[in-house]
């Protein structure tokens, strides 16, 4: 069965004043329709460079992008994107931030009908009754629900999602990735999220891509997440395949971390004033228990 989605070949490099920087370097991933996939990795890696290149707001230097058959170049409404901010037009209510890309893609719409379609995905994502809000009037969480809104009200072929709930509290981003895997299941858009969080990816994705440090980050490994859907938390957690899959992804994630710091230039000497010594501190990777926070620092 062929790919709905392949990444081949990709490869990104910026000019620099020493000479050319390769990011990503022969990037290769294949997803099938329907899947959720989670790219991590340590910051810095690519993983957004290798999302912004498929959404098509960055060029790509080398490889290929294919999405249903075509080639994939620049932008287009075919994606839709949930950034890490929510980027809504301030002086706009709910509906009329999402209506923005609705009346462009169902431009052949009444009016009437692209209102209903902004209202059905503002009240999935709980914000029925903040329909005529301003941005400035809604919590961080409920701006979220916009973006995610947004996104799904385009139809996309495929859903990006670039750390989209990275700047909540806890409870909060619990909260929205349940509201986000709820409304991914009504229609299993194919999906490619970026994120750091180990236990998120395990709870929302088929499958997660591991990405090795940079430069020339490529795919290091690819885990299964086999969990049954549709998906409860506390039932992910509880299943006896969960502790083992989280200990493999701490696992590339430390691995990785260790070849970084080995790979890192040697430290200056150390200084005889406490502002240079903190200065040049670093701090060990540290993987938190789900109980106490769903986040692991990389």
């Keep these: 069965m062929s790919a709905f989605v392949e990444l081949s070949q990709l490869t990104k490099i910026y000019p620099t004043p020493k ?16 899947e959720f996939i989670t790219l991590i990795g340590h910051s810095g890696c690519g993983k957004s ?5 498929l959404a098509g707001l960055n060029d790509v230097t080398a490889g290929v992008i ?9 932008a287009g409404p075919d994606r839709g994107i949930v950034f890490q901010s929510p980027c809504l037009l301030p002086w706009m209510t709910a509906m009329e931030n999402v ?3 609705v009346d462009q893609v169902f431009y052949t719409a009444s009016k009437e009908e692209r209102r209903q379609i902004a ?4 009240t999935l994502v709980g914000l029925g009754e903040s329909l005529h809000k301003r941005p400035g009037e809604l919590s961080q969480g409920m701006r979220q629900r916009v973006g995610i809104a947004r996104a799904f009200a385009l139809s996309p072929k495929m859903l990006l999602l670039d750390e989209p709930f990275g700047m909540l509290d806890s409870l909060t981003r619990w909260e929205l990735q349940q509201v986000l895997i709820e409304l991914w299941r009504k229609d299993q858009k194919t999906a490619l999220m970026v994120t750091h969080d180990v236990d998120e990816a ?3 994705s088929d499958r997660i891509v591991c990405m090795t440090d940079g430069p020339e980050a490529e795919v290091g490994d690819i885990i299964e997440v086999n969990f049954p859907r549709p998906r409860v938390r506390q039932a992910v957690m509880e299943h006896p395949d969960y502790y083992k899959l989280r200990e493999r992804l701490i696992e590339f994630l430390e691995v990785h971390a260790h070849r970084r710091k080995s790979a890192a230039p040697a430290a200056p000497p150390a200084a005889s004033t406490p502002e240079r010594e903190l200065r040049h501190g670093t701090q060990p990777a540290r993987a938190s228990a789900p109980g106490d926070s769903p986040m692991v620092a990389v």
């Design 119 to 122: 209202e059905y995905y503002l």
């Design 49 to 53: 460079t290798v999302l912004s290149m």
């Design 66 to 74: 294919v999405l249903a058959g075509k080639e994939l170049v620049g």
């Design 99 to 101: 209506l923005l890309g």
């Design 19 to 34: 000479g050319p920087a390769i990011i990503v370097k022969d990037f290769n991933l294949k997803i099938q329709k329907g």
């Design 202 to 204: 395990l709870f929302l």
